[in-house]
């Protein structure tokens, strides 16, 4: 009987034993990224227990099955992978199958949110305003390339870019400011998918590219803008790069005057002070200091002033006055011999030189010369004469520089007495030997091979006048600065105003200047290929001047008046002669500062800027600021012989062309 117990208590234990136990047919896969399904298979011997399957990772547990098994001993799990299984953005976990008491874990896997990502940069180095060329890759942490969304973002600079991941790849092109510092810059690139409008998995990426220093800008700082000739002129040359920073290293200059000739060219250390002497007598004017350095040019602007200054000297009792400045001297000078004092006034042109003669009785004085800005004193200076005077040398009618002056006046006047009387003794001897007794001219013989002329036959064809302009693209011609007049017109106007307005036109071709016609106004232009000379500069201010007087007159005699503007302006233009016309193609911005100019113009002529340097001294005028411009007035012509004679031509041309058109 104790047998069949045990038996039976053995046959118990062995079939509750087998129907508790659980175990994994699927073990989970080593790594699931967010998103991912957890798929794995549960068996058990027997059913009619209840089976609970809890994910663990970490200190969390949550259970995601829990089922009571009637007739099933299998079981398939399939479970969505979501943040709620993380508490970090990754995590270590295992699956815990409970079954009729008997516990079992699956193997070990890793949960993450993780995106790999590697990238490159089509280079390293890179220039302000360069494009950066960025490609990549995104691999999730399951090994399954990312389709999602990529941003890239720098620090420091405003520089970013977003886009689509396809199949892993991206790829973005990224301008750098023109402006960005020189320096390293690091990026983060994030890469990652979206469910719904909640990220899941994401990775970030930090690389770095380097921005080179680039010079940008030459600056030459001046301790005055303005300086009187004699004095020197202290300045530096300043490089900057692309974000205003300075450079270090070396530039070269060149100090040249208006017609660009060079006065000093030199080498000089970035930020170090450089002094330039300006000699005494230096012209009145604008000049300019020009720096290049690492490919950069840059160039500033000097004015040097009026220097009214002479310069004295006694030698063996004669006063020697020169002027030495830039400018007409005319000053009274204070001359001291002794106790008495003289005084003189002296005129002198520029680089003339004055002698006046110290005379004062037998002996020695002591001689000061002053005029206020320049001395000399000279001790024991041995004197003759009577009373204490000046006498300046060279007064007389018969100087030595006169008496020769005089010898080649007569010398010039006998030559030309000498050439005329030959040629009226020749004149008369021809006249007297062809002719015979009878007073007619004797018959002309006929030579074979001699052809007969009509008259007007055989006279040189002459070239018909360039008169037009013309504006348009010209690939093939000749880069001139060239000054121009643009003559705004703003009212409509009539048949008549046309036509007085032309005949004012017309004489402007005489100089040798084109019109060229356009939908506001007229612009004259003074090419060196017309005009034959590089010096139209004076002409062309000249030529306005008239315009301006011939208009004013005409709006005050007539009742259908022209309302205009006058600027005159110098830039640089391509042109060449085609068809008889200039073909001109303007460069920069030339045609539009005249307009411009011409725009502010209440009927008086405006210089601009650049044609005021290049018609310096002869041409004074008032500065003014208009419009964010810099504009010039004109005041007066200082060559007023000249230019009365300029406009008496051009105005008598006007009067011969009236008479011409009365008689037609």
């Known amino acids: 009987m104790r047998r069949v117990i045990l038996f039976v208590m053995l046959i118990v234990f062995l079939t509750s034993t087998v129907s508790a136990e659980v175990w994994f047919t699927t073990q989970p896969d080593d790594t699931y990224s967010l998103g991912d399904n957890l798929d794995v298979a549960i068996s058990v011997p027997t059913a009619g227990w209840q089976l609970r399957v809890d994910i663990i990772c970490g200190n969390l ?49 890793t949960i993450s949110s993780k995106v790999l990502i590697s990238v490159e940069a089509d280079k390293q180095d890179y220039v302000p305003g360069e494009t950066i060329k960025i490609q990549g890759q995104a691999e999730k ?59 899941s998995n994401i990775g970030t990426k930090t690389s770095s590219i380097n921005v080179k220093q680039v010079a940008s800008e030459v600056e030459i700082a001046l301790d005055q803008q303005e300086i009187r000739a004699g004095e020197e002129l202290t300045f530096r040359v300043l490089l900057y790069d692309q974000a205003e920073q300075l450079i270090s290293g070396e530039a070269s200059y060149i100090i040249e005057n208006n017609e660009q000739e060079t006065l000093k060219k030199s080498l000089i250390t970035i930020d170090e002070s450089e002094t330039f002497h300006l000699d005494k007598n230096l012209p009145i004017g604008y000049y300019k200091i020009k720096a290049y350095s690492s490919g950069v040019y840059g160039d500033r602007q000097f004015y040097v002033k009026e220097n009214e200054e002479a310069e004295f000297e006694i030698i063996n009792g004669t006063l020697m006055i020169r002027n030495v ?30 002698q006046y003669e110290l005379i004062a009785p037998d002996g020695e004085y002591d001689v000061e010369i002053t005029d206020g800005e320049s001395s000399v004193v000279q001790d024991s200076v041995m004197l003759t004469g009577n009373a204490i005077s000046l006498k300046e040398r060279g007064s007389g009618i018969l100087t030595r520089g006169k008496i020769l002056a005089w010898v080649f006046l007569i010398l010039v006047m006998g030559m030309f007495v000498f050439v005329a009387s030959r040629r009226v003794l020749k004149k008369r001897f021809v006249l007297s030997s062809r002719r015979e007794k009878t007073g007619k001219l004797p018959p002309i ?34 880069k001139q600065d060239t000054p121009l007049i643009f003559l705004k017109l703003r009212n409509d106007l009539t048949s008549s105003s046309k036509e007085n307005l032309n005949k004012i036109l017309d004489n402007v071709h005489e100089s040798g200047a084109v019109t060229y016609k356009t939908k506001d106004g007229v612009m004259i232009l003074f090419s060196p290929l017309i005009t034959k000379s590089f010096k139209n500069h004076i002409p062309a201010v000249k030529t306005a001047l008239v315009l301006e007087k011939k208009l004013t007159e005409y709006n005050k005699k007539y009742h259908d008046k022209i309302d205009f503007g006058l600027s005159v302006h110098t830039g640089d233009i391509v042109n060449s002669i085609q068809e ?79 008479k011409k058109q009365g008689k037609k």
């Open 580 to 658: 008889g016309k200039l073909r001109f193609t303007s460069l920069g911005n030339t045609t539009n500062i005249a307009r411009k100019i011409a725009d502010i113009s209440k009927g008086e002529v405006l210089l601009s800027q650049d044609i005021h340097q290049k018609t310096l001294p002869s041409i004074k005028a008032e500065k003014q600021s208009k419009h964010g411009l810099d504009i010039f007035k004109v005041n007066r012509i200082v060559d007023t012989r000249t230019n009365k004679m300029f406009v008496n031509e051009f105005l008598k041309r006007m009067a011969e062309e009236g």
């Open 141 to 199: 942490a399951n090994t399954r390339l990312l389709d999602g969304f990529f941003e890239i973002n720098f620090k420091d600079i405003e520089v970013a870019s977003s886009g689509a991941v396809k199949n892993g790849l991206f790829q973005a092109n990224l301008t750098l400011p023109e402006n960005t510092a020189a320096g390293n810059y690091l990026f983060n690139i994030t890469a990652f998918e979206k469910e719904g409008d909640e990220t």
């Open 61 to 109: 547990t949550e259970q995601i099955f829990i089922k009571h098994l009637i007739d099933e001993t299998s079981v398939d799990i399939v479970q969505p992978l979501t943040k709620s299984f993380l508490t970090n953005d990754e995590e270590r976990c295992n699956l815990e199958a409970s079954y009729s008491g008997d516990t079992k874990k699956s193997s070990p896997f």
């Open 445 to 478: 013989e006929k030579k074979p091979g001699v052809i007969k002329i009509k008259k007007d036959e055989g006279k040189p064809e002459l070239k018909k006048e360039l008169r037009e302009a013309e504006h348009s693209l010209v690939l093939k011609g000749q």
């Open 325 to 354: 400045g830039n400018a007409d001297y005319d000053n009274a000078i204070q001359v001291k011999i002794g106790n008495t004092v003289e005084i003189i006034n002296t005129q002198l042109k520029v680089g003339e030189e004055k």
